[in-house]
């Protein structure tokens, strides 16, 4: 076994320890990742979740919105998938679509998109009032790293199904994805539910770190949060002065 394998196996024992406390107390997990396209969300979550009790946890990936879905309140389909007391819930994208590919691919008008930006920390907050702790991490890669990852998945006969017409325009967007980046991450950061930011360019770092820093956020007593405290490089939580250490 490898020594990735291997840091593996400890942190995945203690995420599985992690897991039983919260089922004990009831408490409510929601984790949210966000990303560029090709920047290993799949992959840290499939991580995270390898061995934990299915019963207990969930990974959500909601599509594109029905006809009905768009006439409703822009949050509304995703509060069903809320977790429950003892629930781990993890979003593979989540509301913050509307800050990311919806602005950037016209699929939002701006009314929209500022409207969202007003009423979301108000809603993380009522789910942080109502017994949530919202985890929200951003996975940044550069883009000589998405390019390669692009062309890899475009030619592995396993990844077919994570194409998108998106995908073909995701480097035609560069630039217009990292404005789109900055202005979420410096206006719906906040105490309750920060962003955590993540180096995502080595794929197996990324993930080892992340489950570390999870690890460190949740109050367990059967988890020694400072034994499993993340590389501060790889990552950290958003501020405006930490800009400059994002992918340009």
């Known amino acids: 076994m490898g020594i990735y394998k291997e840091e593996l196996r400890t942190l995945q024992i203690q995420l599985t320890t992690l897991q039983r406390h919260l089922i004990e107390h009831g408490h409510q997990l929601l984790v949210l ?18 061995h934990l009790s299915p019963r207990e946890t969930r990974v959500v990936a909601l599509g594109k919105p029905s006809c009905r879905e768009q006439d409703e309140w822009y949050f509304q389909r995703y509060v069903s998938h809320l977790p429950a007391q003892g629930e781990c819930v993890l979003f593979n994208r989540s509301w913050y679509n509307r800050a990311g590919v919806e602005t950037v691919m016209g699929f939002c008008s701006t009314a929209e998109y500022e409207t969202f930006m007003t009423a979301v920390i108000p809603f993380e907050r009522l789910l942080s009032q109502s017994g ?17 990852r692009l062309a890899d998945r475009r030619k592995d006969p396993l990844k077919q199904w994570k194409i998108s017409p998106v995908d073909a325009v995701a480097l035609e967007h560069w630039d217009d994805y990292s404005r789109a980046r900055d202005a979420m991450l410096e206006q719906t ?18 993930r080892l770190n992340v489950i570390r820093d999870l690890l460190s956020r ?3 007593p059967d988890v020694d949060a400072h034994a499993f405290m993340p590389d501060e490089d790889i990552v950290f939580a958003y501020r405006d002065d930490l800009r400059s250490r994002l992918a340009q």
């Open 33 to 50: 990742f966000e990303g560029r396209d090709c920047s290993g969300k799949d992959g840290v979550i499939k991580r995270i979740t390898q």
């Open 132 to 148: 949530l702790q919202i985890i929200k991490y951003y996975l940044d890669i550069s883009r000589d790293e998405q390019e390669q």
């Open 189 to 206: 950061s906040h105490v309750e539910a920060p962003w955590i930011v993540v180096h995502a360019d080595d794929k197996k770092t990324a």
């Open 218 to 220: 949740i109050a367990c």
